[in-house]
């Protein structure tokens, strides 16, 4: 187990532990995530936790052209029931991300803290955020951080108010990487929602060749 410092620096992400755990400590300033997500890491704790940095195996990804779209989805999706946006409203869409609660979740990992620091990286250019609004209302979206050197998007969260809303969000992002050639979505560790839209693991390995190839 490694233990940061002030000092700007990740260990091999392959030194992580069984459970993916690669490090402890450091901060959330926006040169320290860049390098995490450059570097195939990424933060995830609860508020009572230090910051605890992840590079899981296998790693969950999302290759844009296997995106699934359910008939249901695609009618959704043609009949213009939502209204699509991009980083019109990043505040609102991570604060929904933490508090909109899911099926069998109890709390977030998406704290204050956190939330202040993927707000710094949008102002600072490199996080993303969908909107899907319905009647002028914020109903869904999600968010991530963009890395257009490498062609890969770092998803983080999404959430829904009504059916479906997450799901044309993702839709939305998936046609957005495809027309900047992206290689893939990273979706960090498997979720059964996302398995059902296309996602599916692969070796911790292939994901960093993938990463840096």
């Known amino acids: 187990m490694h233990y940061l410092t002030e000092k700007l620096w990740f260990p091999n992400p392959e030194e992580a532990t069984e459970d993916g755990l690669l490090a402890i400590g450091g901060d959330l300033l926006v040169e320290r995530l860049l390098l995490a997500y450059n570097s195939g890491i990424f933060p995830w704790f609860e508020d009572d936790q230090p910051i605890l940095w992840w590079s899981p195996d296998p790693r969950m990804v999302l290759f844009p052209e296997k995106f699934k779209v359910s008939k249901s989805l695609r009618k959704k999706i043609k009949s213009e029931k939502f209204r699509i946006t991009f980083n019109q409203n990043f505040a609102e869409v991570i604060k929904n991300c933490a508090t909109v609660l899911r099926k069998g979740q109890t709390g977030t990992w998406i704290t204050q803290e ?14 993303v955020s969908i909107e899907v609004w319905e009647d002028e209302k914020l109903v869904g979206g999600l968010y991530g951080i963009d890395l257009p050197k490498k062609k890969v998007f770092c998803g983080e969260s999404m959430f829904s108010l009504v059916s479906d809303a997450s799901k044309v969000a993702f839709y939305h992002l998936s046609e957005y990487v495809k027309t900047k050639n992206y290689k893939f979505i990273d979706c960090q560790i498997y979720n059964e929602h996302l398995e059902s839209l296309g996602a599916e693991e692969i070796g911790r390995g292939v994901f960093l060749e993938l990463l840096v190839s």
């Open 114 to 127: 956190m939330q202040q620091a993927y707000i710094a990286l949008r102002s600072a250019g490199h996080a």
